[in-house]
């Protein structure tokens, strides 16, 4: 699976960076996937995450790769849909925000219940869920800063295209993505979980004994 996921991530990531929009726009879209990219790399020896959390981080990226390939505000498919039903706006960033709460949840949760970090479901799901919204709301700030410094070049990273609560409904949809992914994942997230440590428990028939 490893080489699989280097190979489509490579390959989109490629497809990207070939005449995009506006090359600026490219950067800062595409900047959490390499990042994400460089820090599993770090971390696949010492924390190897579950296949569905490797999978839902690599579907996090392709959304990443293509708005920033065509910028969330054009591209074609939700170009498409809003002419179709006669929308006000392209709505394609709005899958990257619900995704932005989607693919969190597990990866949190999968850290908190390896580490051991919470006692009871119901403070684990309660402590993913505000994870997800703290760092929608960071990512929200990111957006602000970069839009200061920069000026009108960050107006197609924005991609308010005129939502005035726009903000508000990303982190709303961000907020929805992480209930969504617990509810609908979490049975399957745990036995992957359970999975994954007993392959990475001692096996003591493999020990010498003197």
């Known amino acids: 699976m490893k080489f699989a996921w280097i190979f489509v ?3 989109v990531l490629i497809w990207s960076a070939i005449n995009p929009a506006d090359y600026f726009t490219w950067i800062l879209e595409v900047a959490p996937a390499l990042i994400g990219f460089t820090v599993l790399a770090l971390t696949y020896k010492k924390f190897k ?9 690599l579907v996090h990226c392709i959304i990443l790769m293509v708005g920033g390939h065509y910028t969330y505000a054009h591209v074609p498919a939700f170009d498409w849909i809003r002419d179709y039903f006669d929308l006000q706006r392209n709505n394609y960033d709005k899958i990257g925000h619900f995704a932005q709460g989607f693919v969190p949840a597990i990866i949190a949760r999968e850290i908190m219940i390896r580490k051991s970090a919470v006692n009871g479901k119901k403070w684990l799901n309660f402590l993913v869920v505000c994870f ?8 929200e700030l990111i ?22 609560w726009d903000t508000q409904s990303d982190m709303a949809l961000a907020l929805i993505g992480a209930v969504c992914s617990l509810v609908l994942l979490g049975r399957i997230h ?5 999975k994954t440590q007993q392959d990475h428990r001692p096996n003591p028939t493999s020990q010498k004994t003197f």
């Open 9 to 11: 991530f490579s390959a």
């Open 49 to 57: 995450l579950t296949n569905l959390a490797y999978i839902l981080i």
């Open 132 to 139: 997800c919204l703290a760092f929608s709301a960071f990512y």
């Open 143 to 164: 957006e602000w800063w970069v839009a200061v410094f920069s000026g009108g070049s960050a107006e197609a990273f924005l991609g308010t295209q005129g939502y005035v």
């Open 190 to 194: 745990d036995r992957q979980i359970e």
